[in-house]
């Protein structure tokens, strides 16, 4: 048995949890940071003070409801990017104090590929090779997975961030941090023809999500409170259909173009209801394989961090003190 302990500090989470054999869960604690709903969005620097005080308290949770002594774990895995700076830094110190003082290896883990190992610790093994879509408030991209998780980026939004589009079109509409979620509660019962907002069109794998943001700002201009307020399921519903379609439609068209039949979701906004209806829909129109990680494992969480760790530690994909934050190794 090898139990890794995973942490994540990219953005507004802190979280620690650990895993047997790259599978079973043994704890997985999320502290979401709420302190920044009142500014709309994630405040880089509060942050990194959050996770530097609150790091400790998630880990004895985290190793408490685990049931395993510290001193039995086999390794540290730990998120050193993409992500905010400073935030990725706080963990990584934490991870490598954890290393120095237990005397354990520590793993240096990729942000993008930990999201696509959700799909592991929900699906068990994955057949390959796949196209990911991973869809977050910091990156949309879409990847060919290979065996042993060997990524080929084929495209990748050349402005915002899919989850980043909800999340500016909910401060627009005054719906609060984060955005996504909240889009996707006002629309169930909203009409998704109401207003047809743009798709971006853009020929090969790429994503455009700021055309949308301003169209958005334009038409909520010249509109009241009172049509805003009545209108909100539809307006929503319209808005996270112009979302959720370019990224079917890139979906669909790479997995044409380059002949594959499992698709995958991953990040924060493949937690969308929408998104997975739509591309199981797909899924099953055509025979094709669909793996969509379990909810609690969509949006950024250790668990994930450290299923990926148990991969790279059986590869001895260590690090060293001299790891840095973005640095692979
Ligand atoms: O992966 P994640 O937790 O953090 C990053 O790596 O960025 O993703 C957070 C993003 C936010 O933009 C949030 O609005 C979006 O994921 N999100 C959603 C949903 N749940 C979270 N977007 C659409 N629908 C959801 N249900
Ligand atoms: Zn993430």
Redesign the pocket.
């Known amino acids: 048995m090898t139990v890794i302990l995973g942490i994540e500090t990219?953005?507004d989470?802190t979280s620690i949890a650990l895993v047997k054999d790259g599978r079973e869960v043994l704890s997985n604690i999320v502290r979401t940071q709420h302190i920044h709903g009142k500014f709309g969005g994630v405040v880089p620097d509060i942050s990194s003070r959050e996770h530097a005080e609150f790091i400790d308290t998630v880990y004895y949770e985290a190793i408490d409801k685990s049931g395993i002594d510290i001193n039995k774990i086999d390794a540290i895995s730990v998120v050193n990017g993409p992500g905010l700076i400073g935030s990725l830094m706080t963990g990584l110190m934490f991870a490598k104090g954890l290393s120095l003082h237990y005397n354990k290896p520590f793993i240096p883990v990729n942000?993008v590929d930990a999201?696509i190992y959700a799909n592991v610790l929900t699906h068990g093994n994955l057949n390959f090779p796949l196209l990911s879509l991973v869809a977050?408030?910091?990156h949309t991209s879409l990847f060919i997975v290979n065996k042993e998780f060997k990524t080929e980026l084929i495209g990748k939004t050349i402005d915002d961030a899919a989850?980043?589009a909800?999340?500016k079109c909910a401060k627009m509409l005054k719906l609060g941090y984060?955005?996504?979620?909240s889009i996707?509660k006002h629309s169930i019962n909203g009409n998704t023809n109401f207003h047809r907002f743009p798709r971006a069109k853009i020929k090969n794998f790429d994503f455009s999500f700021s055309g949308l943001k301003t169209s958005v700002l334009y038409y909520l201009n010249d509109k009241d409170n009172d049509f805003i307020n009545e209108n909100l399921s539809h307006i929503t519903a319209s808005l996270q259909e112009a979302i959720v379609d370019q990224l079917i439609h890139k979906v669909i068209s790479a997995s044409e173009e380059f002949n594959i039949n499992i698709l995958s979701l991953a990040?924060?906004?493949s937690?969308?209801i929408r998104l997975r209806d739509k591309l199981k829909e797909y899924s099953i129109k055509t025979g094709k394989t669909l793996y969509v990680p379990k909810l609690c494992y969509c949006?950024?969480n250790a668990a994930n961090v450290a299923g990926i760790g148990f991969m790279l530690y059986q590869k001895k994909g260590f690090g060293n003190m001299k790891t840095n934050v973005y640095s692979r190794k």
């Open positions: 990219s953005c989470e942000h999201h977050s408030g910091g989850g980043e909800f999340d984060p955005g996504g979620p996707e990040g924060g906004v937690a969308n949006t950024d």
